[in-house]
T-cell receptor, first 113, second 113 residues
């Protein structure tokens, strides 16, 4: 099936630890995005990438890092510098320039314990 | 002021009712307009997208855009309990060579049997 696969679905992190969320797509889309969703706040853009080996900070990039070594993959690392990491994280992909919309994965729930 | 405003609800209707969901926006540069449906603890699923002012119909769903008023709507006819979800509006604007998407915070819909 074509789509976007995020893993793990649920993740618990101890304070001070880095964790990496996986995002893989087989839609052959150039652009990939990471969003954070908190109750009542909508989706906020963390990082985006338009092409392999290139990525840009979004609106709330502090405490996060990404890489884009392959077109299909765009992992997100939540570092210990992120002060409030408990949230629902969504990966998305789109056709890049001229793309009219984006498609989302099923999301990853991160809880700090 | 947020770029996209959406009433969070919740909106509760009886089965079979016509549902109207709405968003307003402030940026006249917005082009493509989208509606997503998000079930609890799941990623958003694209329902419809449209470009121009006017109506676009897909089964029980009708998307309406009024660019002069900066107002978009999603109508659901013959609503079903399975339509109970949070509905997100979204819109796109080109930002240089990048498509940036803006999301409403979502309206929670409950369709009662």
């Amino acid at each position: 099936d074509g789509g976007i696969t995020q893993s793990p679905k649920y993740l618990f992190r101890k304070e001070g630890q880095n964790v990496t969320l996986s995002c893989e797509q087989n839609l052959n889309h150039d652009a990939m995005y990471w969003y954070r969703q908190d109750p009542g706040q909508g989706l906020r853009l963390i990082y985006y990438s338009q092409i392999v080996n290139d990525f840009q900070k979004g609106d709330i990039a502090e405490g996060y890092s990404v890489s884009r070594e392959k077109k299909e993959s765009f992992p997100l690392t939540v570092t210990s510098a992120q002060k409030n990491p408990t949230a629902f994280y969504l990966c998305a992909a789109g056709q890049g320039i001229g793309g009219n919309t984006i498609y989302f994965g099923e999301g990853s729930w991160l809880t700090v314990v | 002021q947020k770029e996209v405003e959406q009433d969070p609800g919740p909106l509760s209707v009886p089965e079979g009712a016509i549902v109207s969901l709405n968003c307003t926006y402030s940026n006249s540069a917005f082009q493509y307009f989208m509606w997503y449906r998000q079930y609890s603890r799941k990623g958003p699923e694209l329902l419809m997208y449209t470009y121009s002012s006017g109506n676009k119909e897909d089964g029980r769903f009708t998307a309406q855009v009024d660019k002069s008023s900066k107002y978009i709507s999603l109508f659901i006819r013959d609503s079903q309990p399975s339509d109970s979800a949070t509905y997100l509006c979204a819109m796109r604007t080109p930002l240089g060579n990048f498509n940036k998407f803006y999301f409403g915070s979502g309206t929670k819909l409950n369709v009662k049997p």
